[in-house]
């Protein structure tokens, strides 16, 4: 949701940021890739019991995997970068879910519960990018949801920061997921129809 509706709000330093990476000589897919290394290091973090490292960590991959995106856009996106770009995203939330599950391992089962809902959701999202024909601004159909990867950011902090809540924070993520998914069933019936 805040990535569909916030996006413009932030892109103008996403713009600069990709502007003078590309100036240094920075390609779409080296930051990628280097926004995947810094994003693995949270999971590292959170079970070096490090929580404000693993949330900066978090957060600054999380810019540059947007920053990536917009180098690639403004020089030539590839398929291949794409699924770099999404493979590395999933590598890094499932960073921090193990992160988490081994530092606090009464939480575990609520923590699968939220991986499996991740899934699901990503199985969904892929299969209507791949099976829609409608356009995007990315290299495939996004469909938008209650939540996207800031709301992921936000609840995966909620969970490092407030681990004494940390099952509850975590149903409710998965809640949140559950909504998501359907919400993105109800649109794939509107447009693979």
Do not use: C, N
């Amino acid at each position: 949701m805040l990535d569909t509706h916030a996006r413009k709000h932030v892109q103008p330093v996403v713009e600069k940021t990709a502007d003078v990476l590309l100036k240094k000589g920075f390609t779409a897919d080296g930051v990628t890739k280097i926004a995947f290394a810094i994003g693995m290091s949270s999971g590292v973090f959170i079970y070096l019991d490090q929580p404000l490292w693993a949330v900066f960590v978090l957060w600054f991959s999380g810019y540059l995997d947007v920053v990536d995106g917009t180098m690639a856009r403004k020089t030539k996106p590839s398929s291949w970068g794409t699924l770099l770009d999404i493979s590395f995203d999933r590598l890094v939330e499932i960073s921090v879910i193990i992160g988490l599950a081994f530092r606090f391992p009464d939480s575990m089962w609520a923590m699968l519960l939220l991986s499996v809902s991740i899934i699901v959701a990503m199985t969904v999202f892929l299969t209507v990018g791949a099976l829609s024909d409608k356009p995007g601004m990315k290299s495939f159909y996004y469909q938008a949801g209650l939540a996207e990867r800031t709301e992921g950011f936000i609840l995966f902090t909620l969970m490092i920061i407030f681990s004494t809540y940390l099952t509850a924070i975590t149903l409710i993520f998965f809640a949140v997921q559950i909504v998501t998914i359907l919400q993105r069933l109800a649109e794939a019936k509107r447009i693979l129809k």
